[in-house]
């Protein structure tokens, strides 16, 4: 056990209460000041209740992580219905499309277009290699697709840069030269290629 | 969330390994395609991400009589210093869809009405609505009443490890959110002499597990004659 956690500490637990609120904080950035205090104490009320249950917990680390998970999508669930669906962050991660395309104008008015292409054509993709695509736009890191499916590191590199290449193949006949070279680099930059 | 949206259950499961590879593509296919569904996937991400040394720090194990003392001593102490002062939570959620909430206003106060004045009022089919092969009831307060009630009760539900109590008041303001431990409450003083006189009131129970799912609801109508 290492030396982070002391049952002791009230700290441990306010650190924990404070970074899931941040997170919703950031995934709800135009929340009003009383919206922030209401999900502040309702993060903090939670993660104390749930520590002073005081019955027996087969796996307490368990069972602090299915509590920190629920609290915070509870508090997310409540907010997403008064949302407006353009108030809910960018869906798909395109950054690396948005990146590039940024240095070149005829290829950022196309964006949305492109965005449209892109996910028809992802849900073309062999299984296991779109999978792997879909969370590598999703924002995850290589390390934790593998993680998150099972598999080893190399695996997960291996399906991504297949499910690109594949990628770049269904979507070339729809766009024009620079976009084409745009999802090319795209790929590129993935340092995805197997060892 | 929409219907096909997977549940909170489902998310989490995903996270936590415990869910088949078929079903994980499943849920992973559902979520590139669903904005909101890729926000609470994306939130759990981040959460596991800025987490992961710390609560990986904590044993993974069951805890000793002696931590769970400590552990309870420590949130009671914590719990006590946030205090009461969160229990009136005023809604903040009307904004744009304000429209909707009058609309549902309107329905409640109708179906109030129409509670109260019925002969039927508070037979057990308006008393208690339950889920999950359990019976979770309300016991008090429920009806035309003589002075603003102070005591709440229910039954207690199966698995039900916490429960949410909430009363709300004509104008959907929520008068009481809270979190207890046991399947009863009683109002604090400052929030009793709120309950006013002529008018009614909705007041529900949700019953949580464990994890902080959501086992079990049900809600009725009291007001103060």
Not at chain 1, 24 to 53: C, G, H, T, Y
Not at chain 1, 159 to 168: E, V
Not at chain 2, 154 to 166: C, E, K, N, S, V
């Amino acid at each position: 056990m290492s030396s982070d956690f002391s049952f002791e500490s009230k700290e441990f637990f306010e650190d924990i209460a404070n970074s899931v609120r941040n997170v919703i904080f950031d995934r709800f950035p135009n929340m009003s000041a009383q919206e922030r205090e209401d999900i502040e104490q309702e993060v903090k009320l939670k993660i104390w209740s749930v520590v002073s249950r005081g019955k027996k917990i087969d796996n307490f680390r368990s069972y602090l992580w299915k509590a920190i998970y629920n609290t915070a999508l509870n508090a997310i669930n409540r907010r997403l219905p008064s949302c407006a669906l353009e108030e809910v962050r960018e869906p798909v991660d395109f950054q690396k499309t948005h990146h590039i395309s940024a240095s070149e104008p005829e290829v950022a008015l196309e964006d949305r277009e492109m965005k449209e292409i892109v996910r028809k054509a992802v849900k073309r993709l062999q299984d296991r290699r779109r999978t792997v695509v879909e969370l590598h736009f999703i924002g995850m890191h290589r390390t934790e697709i593998a993680h998150f499916l099972n598999m080893s590191e190399n695996q997960a590199r291996h399906l991504l840069y297949r499910g690109l290449h594949d990628l770049a193949d269904l979507v070339e006949p729809h766009l024009k030269g620079s976009s084409n070279l745009v999802l090319s680099k795209m790929i590129l930059s993935q340092e995805v290629k197997p060892e | 969330m929409r219907k096909r949206c997977p549940d909170s259950k489902a998310l989490v499961s995903a996270f936590f390994g415990d869910m088949t590879q078929e079903k994980k593509a499943k849920l992973i296919e559902h979520t590139f395609q669903c904005p909101p569904c890729e926000l609470r996937f994306k939130a759990l991400r981040k959460i596991r991400l800025e987490l992961e040394d710390k609560v990986n720090s904590i044993p993974s194990r069951a805890l000793t009589e002696e931590e769970t003392n400590t552990l309870c001593k420590l949130a009671e102490e914590r719990l006590s210093e946030m205090g009461d002062r969160h229990e009136i939570i005023k809604p903040r959620f009307l904004g744009r869809f304000r429209f909707v909430y009058v609309a549902a206003a309107v329905v409640l106060v109708v179906g109030i009405a129409t509670v109260i004045f019925s002969d039927r009022i508070f037979s057990s089919r308006f008393m208690s609505r339950s889920s999950d092969g359990g019976t979770l009831r309300l016991l008090e307060p429920i009806g035309k009443l003589p002075s603003p009630p102070v005591h709440f009760s229910w039954t207690a539900f199966p698995d039900a490890d916490i429960y949410l109590i909430q009363i709300i008041d004509e104008n959907l303001s929520i008068i009481l959110m809270k979190d207890v431990f046991v399947p009863e409450y009683t109002l604090p003083r400052n929030l009793a002499t709120k309950l006013q006189r002529g008018k009614a009131y909705l007041w529900s129970i949700e019953a949580r597990n464990d994890y902080g799912e959501k086992i079990a609801f049900t809600q009725d109508y009291f007001m103060i004659r």
